[in-house]
């Protein structure tokens, strides 16, 4: 086993005990970063969602719809796609915290 | 002496209609609307100045709205996301009409007579068609119910065809239909099933000949010819991303108009840094080239000598200028974040461009490639001339 295989594969256990870690005690997202989310949402998301999350060629995101959803797979759903739909994956663009965030806003409901 | 009797009295109502001091007469040849799709309003702008002359505000939810326009290029038609049909007096910059016809609506048509105006709808998923002056039902169609019989198929990509007909492609159930008005106000629909998967958007040439949609659930697309629908849906540029991998779509591209040069007809790929090139005669892909970002818009300047390009999300503050005969990227300008459309001026020697996060439309020189002019505008999204009254299949 080379030293970079085992780097690596220490890298990917600390990485995996990491991740849950660093979602619960991560930093709030930063004020501005909020505002460049919450644009991304209603302009981007807004693309098929409707500005309103009303729904387009993507289904409607009221909070009214989303209610008996579960959070963590509506941030899967951002982070991962849903394959077979016009649904992309956001995991390039977006982390797991930043997802959730965007969920949390769509539950509140959101107005351009 | 009636007749100058008759003219001041015109202007005079033309005055009293508009509620201004003084309104001159004017054509509408150089008239437009700017959708300003948060704030639900639109901009009259006009094109040989570079200039705003009116905001109309109470269109709803503007989210992809797209329009069409009257016979005399008085009147715009705004199909807004919400249901919404407004009808525009671009004169008078006053909601001659508005109702709200359905409840997710995508975009439509006016026919090839100019008396019908046709909407798709995502919601209840189908077509309504409408009486042009009063924006009173004429013809309801709903769509094929989808697989699990919760609900129509969405509707996209309507375009007129001459024959007083309207085409649309079915999104959930794979199918185009032909609508045909020229006998009477219910339509005799021809329907093409297994045309593809997740056909997206479509597109007409101007000589309303060859019905194209663009396939999102796979690499291909769908051609009709209209001069010989007894042959059928057939297949082209099939599976033209073979052996490369798909990028993820953030943003779903366009089919508009015609994008043809010569025998060249150029068409963005779905989920690719590329603009595809296929040969006309045969519609077999003869190239592709390579882009900055995945290609929404793909654009013939009206002479046809340059193609411009803008591009989905996070490569939306680009735009590429492509020559059309050697396909070499001639400049790639930067207008800033959020290039959602472009429109050109009627005789192509301008380029209008909606610069959504700048809160600006740009009007660029197409021969210079320089910016010109800034117009505000709030959000702005789609740009619509009123030349597009006088062609067909947009």
Known sequence: MTVTKIASQFFGVIMMSLLPLSLSVAAPLSTERQATLEHLLIQDCGSCHGLRMTGGLGPALTPQLLADKSRESLIATVMYGRPGTAMPPWDALLNEQEAAWMIDRLLQGVTP | MMRRIGTVVLAGLLTACAGQPSTQLRGTGDLGIVIERAAGSVQIVEHSHNTTLARVEGLGDLSHASVVFSRDARFAYVFGRDGGLTKIDMLTAKIDKRIIQGGNSIGGAISQDGRLIAVGNYEPGGVKVFDADTLELVADIPATTVADGSRGSRVVGMVDAPGQKFLVSLFDTGEIWIADFSKSNTPKITRFTNIGDQ???????????????????????????????????????????????????????????????????????????????????????????????????????????????????????????????????????????????????????????????????QVWDTATLKKLHTLPADNPSGIFFSDRAHRIGL
Do not use: C
């Open chain 2, 199 to 361: 056909p997206y958007d479509s597109m007409l040439t101007p000589d309303g000949r060859y019905y194209i949609a663009g396939l999102f659930g796979e690499d291909g697309m769908a051609l009709l010819d209209l001069w010989h629908p007894e042959k059928g849906v057939k297949r082209i540029l099939d599976g033209y991303g073979r052996g490369s991998e798909k990028l993820p779509v953030y943003k779903m591209p366009h089919l508009e108009g015609w994008t043809v040069a010569g025998d060249h007809a150029f068409v963005p790929a779905i989920g690719r840094h590329k603009v595809l090139v296929m040969d006309t005669n045969t519609w077999q892909q003869t190239g592709s080239i390579d882009t900055v970002g995945q290609p929404v818009f793909v654009m013939a300047r009206p002479d046809a000598r340059q193609i411009w390009v803008n591009f989905a999300f996070p490569d939306n503050q680009f735009v590429q200028v492509i020559d059309s005969e050697t396909h070499e990227i001639l400049a790639t300008l930067e207008p800033g974040p959020g290039v959602l459309h472009m429109e050109f001026t009627p005789r192509g020697e301008h380029i209008w461009i909606s610069v959504r996060d700048k809160g600006e439309v």
